[in-house]
């Protein structure tokens, strides 16, 4: 799994319905699962310019099987997989995963390819026909973090997610964002 991800030993189970563990969920965490608007707005506006970006992994390799079926994507062929941590002066905010591939990347005319430490939310939401298709989400074990994301972060609980599926002039993208317990406490 470490060729695939930084992130996962193992991909996380996902879930398109709410659960009864979801509804039970503190109101300041289920505002970031449910959030519809761009996450680095928000963050943004909390954060400022303490708000950062750091690239964990930028790769060609193919995705996870449960992706590529989300994404109607053979299961072997290449995606751009980018998966970042959001902070705010060093504090982990987010972990995110985005699965780009390649016909979505050369409708957006490589802006997607070449980010860096740019938000991704910056470039997709300036997109005027931005679709968002589905949305799913996910309770991630700490078993299923990598070793280095489990060092480094300390992942000693479920770390709650979501995935949203979105396209661009009709091409689909997927992002996963993890949100880590420092969002959650006051500013």
């Known amino acids: 799994m470490p060729d695939k991800s930084f992130l996962f030993k193992r991909p996380p189970l996902w ?7 979801q509804r039970q969920l503190a109101p300041e965490l289920q505002s970031w699962l449910n959030e519809t608007g ?3 707005r928000r963050l943004r506006g909390i954060y400022g310019n303490r708000f950062g970006v750091e690239l964990l992994f930028h790769r060609w390799k193919p995705a996870f099987n449960d992706e ?3 994404l109607a994507l053979p299961p072997a062929r290449y995606q751009l997989i980018r998966e970042v941590l959001l902070h705010a002066d060093g504090r982990p905010l987010v972990l995110a995963r985005t699965v780009l591939p390649d016909p979505t ?3 957006a005319h490589r802006n997607l390819s070449h980010l860096g430490n740019r938000p991704l939310g910056e470039v997709i939401f300036a997109y005027p026909d931005l679709e968002r298709r ?3 989400f996910s ?20 770390t709650w997610g979501r995935r949203t599926e ?8 997927l992002v996963a964002e993890f949100f880590l317990p420092a969002l959650l406490q006051k500013v």
Request: net charge positive; charged share 15%.
């Open 68 to 70: 590529c079926r989300l």
């Open 38 to 40: 761009s996450l680095t």
């Open 15 to 21: 879930s398109a319905h709410e659960t009864a563990a």
């Open 105 to 107: 990347i050369k409708i």
């Open 166 to 173: 979105y396209a661009i002039h009709g091409h689909p993208l």
């Open 134 to 136: 589905r949305r799913q």
């Open 139 to 158: 309770r991630a074990e700490p078993n299923q973090w990598s070793t280095a994301v489990q060092t480094r972060l300390s992942m000693a609980g479920p």
